[in-house]
């Protein structure tokens, strides 16, 4: 699999994704709306900022085209 060109093509936009959602959930747990221990309690934010938010419509529209690629891709492999 790490051999594969199209991980080696894509493995830096997956680290620069996975580094954007971090960043977007540690500043909504901090700075928003607050986090919940391991025990259970809830913790206020250090700052009040509004919630950092993606629109559902982008990823709603390009999931049947992606499916169809990635079943594709899997047929013809």
């Known amino acids: 699999m790490y051999k594969s060109g199209v991980v080696r093509q894509l493995v830096g ?3 620069f994704i ?3 959602a971090t960043s977007i ?3 909504n747990a901090f700075c ?3 986090y919940d221990d391991l025990v259970g309690i ?3 934010p250090f700052f009040h900022f509004q919630t950092l938010k993606l629109p ?3 990823f ?3 999931s049947p085209a992606l499916g169809l690629l990635l079943g594709m891709f899997l ?3």
Do not use: A, D, N, W
């Open 13 to 15: 936009e997956c680290i």
């Open 18 to 20: 996975g580094f954007e």
């Open 25 to 27: 959930c540690f500043f």
């Open 32 to 34: 928003s709306v607050g």
């Open 42 to 44: 809830h913790h206020e």
């Open 56 to 58: 559902i419509q982008p």
């Open 60 to 62: 709603t529209l390009s």
């Open 75 to 77: 047929v013809f492999r």
